[in-house]
């Protein structure tokens, strides 16, 4: 074989490895199996890993009356339909009692969760054996279960949770602790739950004793299972372990923040995960706004879902959340639910798991200097900022731009002397190589058209010298 044939052989097999590096995320990948459950936290107290040391990242889809309001082969049908899209957290009550829902709540299929109305101390069992059977599908499908024992509700309408019911006369603060231990009892060898206190309401006052009696009836016999909370979408309590009241409860600091605009002066969104991350516990973005969702506003719109799940992500936080839905058809009620596997927001969260997935996502620590991005990344605190993160191991680097414009990187902090980048439309899911450039120099970079775009850049061994003929 001649030299020119031979150089030509080289060049065609390193513009091949290159291709291959940036094909679709996961292309040509061997999916991974499903997660060992049970999950724990990691040595450094920042992700959930499984029993085989593998980091898993939250990926919740907000399923509030998955138990109560299906019949269970359309239980299992929502989370194989789920699943195929990328979730594998699933946010659930264990009892709902909201009138909106599908499936007659409290009951399911007629069947009530307690005896009397509302004497807690009165669980019915046929009502916690399809229960069990769900959450036991759940974890041969391999979803965790971000489980809510009671969910209080909004306080101001009693149409929603249980925190009416639980100051019923039938009802007490020691019925309450008796419910608690009989889930701690019943599901402490369930290894697929994380426990979720609250529901949208903070448990204060009246309702403090009974959320705190259910907390630590099922903490006497449940040693093993993590805790979070979702408490009131306003600025002290957006964070699990923003209410005081139940802050020695929570192992891992879940974000509930229905519109950025309840964050105040932590707003945007981003602001408030760097800030949180910097205390040290594992964040997530537990419950974030509803797609197409009622009262519409522009945090229920898919473009400011993408940026608050993106930022998030390159914020610090290990998980992020989505709940689909069209107008008058919001997913979690559970009256017409296939129709919403397919919509706009469904897609992009989907291209957003497949991205996460091609990067160390575990490993990334959010940037908020101007060494790597010295042109265009805008002002900290404004909505045009770029989020971005470096890799502890300096294997990558990970941007998102709000808006498309030109921007000037100078990646030195990668290691070695070469990276490979590309942008990821977040939109399509489509890419765009970039190609092979130099950690020594500045570069100045655009998206190919408008809109949000991700530069993803990673460490790449040098280029093949070519050699004279």
């Known amino acids: 074989m001649n030299v020119v044939c031979r150089l030509w052989i080289r060049s065609v097999v390193t513009a091949f490895g290159i291709l291959l590096s940036f094909g679709p995320a996961g292309a040509g990948q061997t999916r991974p199996a499903g997660a060992a459950f049970p999950l724990k936290l990691s040595p450094n107290g920042r992700w959930l890993m499984d029993g085989r040391g593998r980091p898993f990242l939250i990926r919740e889809i907000s399923a509030w009356g998955l138990i109560q309001a299906l019949p269970e082969p359309e239980e299992i049908a929502f989370m194989d339909s789920v699943k195929a899209k990328g979730f594998n ?60 024992p009671c969910y209080l509700g909004y306080k101001g309408d009693r149409n929603q949770g249980w925190w009416d019911e639980l ?8 019925k309450s602790l008796l419910y608690g231990r009989f889930l701690g009892n ?19 006052d009246s309702l403090y004793l009974h959320m705190a009696n259910i907390i630590e009836g099922i903490r006497e016999f449940d040693k ?60 997530f ?131 070695g002397k070469w990276f490979r980048a590309r942008w990821y439309d977040p939109r399509s899911g489509r890419e765009m190589i970039i190609g092979l450039l130099s950690t020594a120099l500045p570069h100045v970079l655009a998206p190919p058209s408008r809109g949000d775009w991700i530069l993803v850049a990673a460490a790449a061994a040098p280029p093949i010298p070519h050699k004279g003929i």
Not at 226 to 231: P, S
Not at 241 to 269: A, C, V
Not at 296 to 303: P, V
């Open 186 to 204: 019943r599901y402490k060898d369930f290894p697929n739950i994380l426990w979720v206190a609250g529901g949208d309401n903070s448990g204060k």
């Open 285 to 415: 973005q537990l419950d974030q706004s509803y797609e197409q969702d009622i009262p519409h506003t522009a945090d229920n719109e898919d473009s400011t879902i993408r940026r608050k799940n993106y930022e998030g992500l390159l914020c610090g936080c290990a998980g992020t959340s989505f709940c689909p839905g069209q107008p008058a058809n919001p997913e979690y009620v559970f009256k017409d639910w296939r129709p919403l596997m397919n919509t706009v927001g469904m897609r992009e969260a989907t291209h957003c798991f497949r991205l996460m997935a091609s990067i160390p996502w575990y490993l990334l620590v959010p940037d908020t200097g101007n060494k790597a991005i010295i042109r265009g990344k805008c002002i900290y605190g404004s909505r045009d900022y770029i989020c971005s993160a470096m890799a502890s191991d300096r294997s990558c680097y990970i941007a998102y731009l709000p808006r498309a414009r030109s921007i000037t990187v100078h990646l030195s902090g990668i290691r």
């Open 224 to 283: 093993s299972h993590l805790w979070t909370g979702h408490f009131e979408s306003a600025p002290a309590t957006v964070w699990s372990t923003g209410n005081p009241l139940y802050s020695r409860y929570m192992d891992i600091d879940g974000l509930y923040d229905f519109t950025e605009s309840s964050l105040g002066k932590d707003q945007p969104q981003y602001r408030a995960e760097i800030n949180q991350y910097r205390k040290g516990k594992m964040i």
């Open 167 to 174: 100051l019923d006369p039938h009802n007490n603060p020691v």
């Open 89 to 148: 957290t699933l946010l659930v009550s264990l009892i709902s009692y909201d009138t909106r829902f599908a499936g007659g709540p409290p009951d399911w299929q007629g069947i009530a969760p307690f005896r009397i109305h509302w004497d807690f101390s009165t669980y019915n069992p046929l009502y916690f054996d399809h229960a069990d059977r769900v959450l036991r599908l759940a974890e041969a499908k391999g979803f965790l279960v971000l489980l809510v």
